[in-house]
């Protein structure tokens, strides 16, 4: 009798497998292990491992490698000339993608002039850094043709300017890319509209055209500062890697195969990576302020 | 500061026409709308009659002719100084902005001050019977409530002129009976022209005061609904004003009336056009066509559908000709019925030969 009574109190749960699926779990999910497996180990672990050999040095206490980072200014000035690079490197490239996604939009056969536009990528930053080295360098055709013009020699490569060229170069395709695709997916109906209520070009753009577009530009930031951020081929072979683009990755370089130590280049990286994750945090965080919803005019 | 339409007498077409590449989409339209007229530009999909109201709106160059209001002549002008308003097909709202933000933007740009923006769109949504939902975003909206503010957001800058886009094609059928009364309602409370583009017949003959019947980027024909409806100038329009019927035939001409031939019987009608003896077509509507002991035109019943208060039939006469037609009693698959029509009902039209 109580038994029974018991067994008609307790309400019926459902088997495991509805559970899960009311939580869009089922058997479809094993199909993100691969992916998981992947993250794990070439991402996850490595970190992991990094992160505790930093704290572990050749020689002090455990904290001793970040003490030796921030307390020589060799080391922790990286920081702010990396800074310095990435920062002009990735606005200038994301600023300079709007205007011409603007344009290029309209342009009914693109293709040819995105290929253009994208080349560099596939060239890859040795091959810029050596047609750069040649064509601005002392003797290269820029120089030359100024000198016909009774103008002074212009240093633009082994320095600041060089590097920033470079990174321009490389990086501006990414950004441009990107940009165009969130600013072909806003609706054209909606400049349309605007217009019809009496709005010019110019303000068309500022309260049509970016509101809706600051959700993808604050994306694009975040990758081409993180790009930019790791910059290394080109701060060695176009800028003057013991001095004004003296990177943070080069300080990682050296540490790691010129004094072989691997806790110190660690120490390092770690301190390049919460440097970066620090801007996109702040980026994302600016994120929150800015319309983040549907690009599109109607019910889509 | 109630909601107005600016003041203005005729808007003319003069010869409007627009080329893409090698594709003329509108061939020399011209037409003259007066202040306070709704106008439906009624046409298959490709007539042109898009083409037509993005060329009035600014957002497409004219290839020729040109656009006057009143004395000045505006094809030249850019959308934003036109000030016409315009309903977009998919109502075409800035998704990161209130509702009243985008019934506002109008008279933003014109820099009118904050205080009368807020009460011009306090009486826009009253006008579309909004008025509590102002503070949400578009996409918070049902697809109705967005034409509203699609419909208010184009009337708040009291345009002379408010163009609208198969405005109702979003919508569901009970929806777009409603908002059909409202969209005249509106149109009669602030004395604009409207020019309504649609390719629902019934739309533009509840609506307008003048149809304009277009068809390959031509006006086929201009006139009243009561006109089109009762006597179409062209089988084409015929066929878009519900003569579901339009069988090739031949015709004899006996004085006044003509008689032609359908599934080997004898029907009398009604010549229009130059419509003489020889190859014809007959246009006649399904609920012209009804079943009659006794009737000229036997058909055996193909399929019949229930409407509540008749029955909607196919049926296919002895040589193969199909004609619809309504009947109160019920048929079915198989029935074989004899068919009549008044003959004032039967349109006769010259045949694709003359």
């Known amino acids: 009798m109580t038994d029974r009574a018991i067994v008609a109190a307790a309400p019926e749960r459902p088997p495991l497998r509805v559970r899960l699926a009311l939580r869009d779990i089922d058997a479809v999910t094993l199909l993100a292990l691969p992916a998981v497996l992947f993250v794990v180990a070439l991402f996850v672990y490595p970190f992991l491992y990094g992160l505790i050999l930093s704290f572990k040095p050749k020689a002090g206490g455990w904290i001793a490698n970040y003490h030796k980072f921030f307390s020589d200014p060799f080391l922790y000035d990286t920081i702010g000339t990396t800074f310095r690079l990435a920062i002009p490197a990735t606005l200038i490239n994301v600023l300079i993608s709007i205007p011409v996604a603007m344009r290029i939009r309209h342009v009914q056969r693109r293709r040819g002039l995105t290929t253009i536009l994208v080349v560099p990528i596939t060239l890859g930053t040795v091959l810029i850094a050596q047609g750069l080295l040649t064509y601005l360098g002392p003797q290269g055709w820029f120089n030359r043709t100024l000198a016909l013009f009774g103008i002074g020699q212009l240093r633009l490569v082994h320095n600041y300017i060089g590097v920033m060229l470079s990174l321009i170069m490389s990086g501006f395709p990414f950004t441009f890319l990107l940009t165009l695709s969130y600013i072909t997916g806003i609706d054209p109906s909606l400049e349309q509209a605007a217009s019809t209520l009496g709005a010019p070009p110019r303000a068309r753009f500022w309260h049509i055209i970016m509101p809706l577009l600051a959700q993808g530009l604050a994306i694009n930031l975040c990758l081409s500062f993180v790009q930019t951020f790791s910059v290394f081929p080109s701060a060695v072979l176009l800028g003057a890697p013991a001095g004004e683009t003296r990177v943070i990755s080069i300080a990682a370089y050296q540490a790691a195969y010129e004094q072989y130590d691997y806790s110190m280049a660690s120490a390092v990286a770690m301190i390049m990576g919460f440097s970066q994750l620090l801007v996109v945090m702040l980026i994302l965080a600016g994120r929150s302020l800015v319309y983040r919803g549907a690009v599109g005019g109607g019910k889509g | ?354």
């Open chain 2, 1 to 354: 500061m109630a909601i107005a339409a600016r003041d203005f007498r005729e808007l003319r077409l003069d010869g409007m026409s627009r080329t893409f590449g090698t594709v003329n989409a509108l061939k020399g339209v011209t037409l003259s709308v007066k202040r306070g007229e709704f106008v439906a530009l009624l046409g298959p999909s490709g007539c042109g009659k898009s083409t037509a109201l993005n060329c009035l709106a600014g957002l497409l160059t004219l290839s020729d002719g040109s656009i006057w209001l009143d004395s000045t002549r505006i094809d030249r002008r850019k959308p934003e100084e036109r000030g016409f308003g315009m309903v977009f097909q998919n109502y075409a709202l800035f998704p990161h902005m209130s509702v009243r933000k985008n019934i506002g933007f109008g008279l933003a740009m014109q820099g009118m001050s904050k205080s009368d923006i807020g009460r011009k769109v306090t009486e826009a949504l009253s006008i579309v019977r909004l008025g509590d939902q102002g503070d949400k975003l578009p996409g918070q909206l049902s697809g109705g409530q967005q034409q509203r503010v699609a419909i208010a957001r184009a009337i708040t800058i009291e345009p002379p002129l408010v163009l609208m886009d198969e405005p109702l094609s979003n919508l569901d059928a009970k929806l777009r009976l409603e908002m059909r009364a409202e969209i005249r309602r509106i149109h009669d409370l602030i004395g604009s022209a409207t020019i309504y583009v649609t390719h629902d017949q019934e739309e533009a003959l509840s609506l307008a005061d003048r149809i304009v019947v277009m068809r390959d980027g031509m006006v086929r024909q201009v006139g009243t609904p009561q006109e089109l409806y009762a006597s179409p100038a062209h089988a084409d329009v015929a066929e878009f004003m519900g003569y579901r019927n339009l069988v090739k035939s031949h015709a004899t001409r006996s004085g006044n009336a003509v008689n032609v031939t359908i599934g080997g019987a004898s029907l009398a009608g009604t010549p229009i056009g130059n419509a003489a003896d020889g190859t014809a077509v007959v246009a006649i509507r399904p609920d012209d066509l009804k079943t009659q002991r006794g009737g000229p035109v036997a058909v055996t019943v193909e399929s019949a559908q229930y409407h509540g208060r008749n029955f909607y039939c196919s049926g296919r006469t002895g040589d193969g000709t199909e004609l619809y037609f309504m009947t109160d009693g019920q048929v079915i698959k198989g029935d074989s019925v004899r068919l009549a029509a008044d003959p004032a009902r039967v349109l006769v039209y010259p045949g694709p030969a003359s």
